[in-house]
């Protein structure tokens, strides 16, 4: 039985940790008043438990959860 969890980006990409990943999109961001632009790189994902969700840093929000529809492997 294979409990691994797969974490692929918009164009099916599998993902691992310290990746770096491109937004395809603009997306709010929850409780402040950023906004990510698209095309913004992100530097060294962590994945979680969940495959449609990766963990990362950006300049001004630390500790920011994205949804893997969103992103395109660098």
């Given at each position: 039985?294979?409990?691994?969890?797969?974490?692929?980006?918009?164009?099916?990409?599998?993902?691992s940790?310290?990746?770096?990943?491109?937004?395809?999109?603009?997306?709010?961001?929850?409780?402040?008043?950023?906004?990510?632009?698209?095309g913004?790189?992100?530097?060294?994902i962590?994945?979680?438990?969940?495959?449609?969700?990766?963990?990362?840093?950006?300049?001004?929000?630390?500790?920011?959860?994205?949804?893997?529809?969103?992103?395109?492997?660098?």
């Open positions: 039985m294979n409990d691994e969890i797969v974490v692929k980006d918009s164009n099916g990409t599998v993902l940790d310290g990746d770096s990943v491109t937004l395809i999109k603009d997306l709010k961001v929850k409780g402040t008043s950023v906004t990510l632009k698209r913004t790189l992100v530097k060294n962590r994945l979680g438990d969940d495959e449609d969700l990766i963990e990362c840093n950006v300049d001004k929000v630390k500790g920011l959860v994205l949804r893997t529809e969103f992103l395109k492997k660098a």
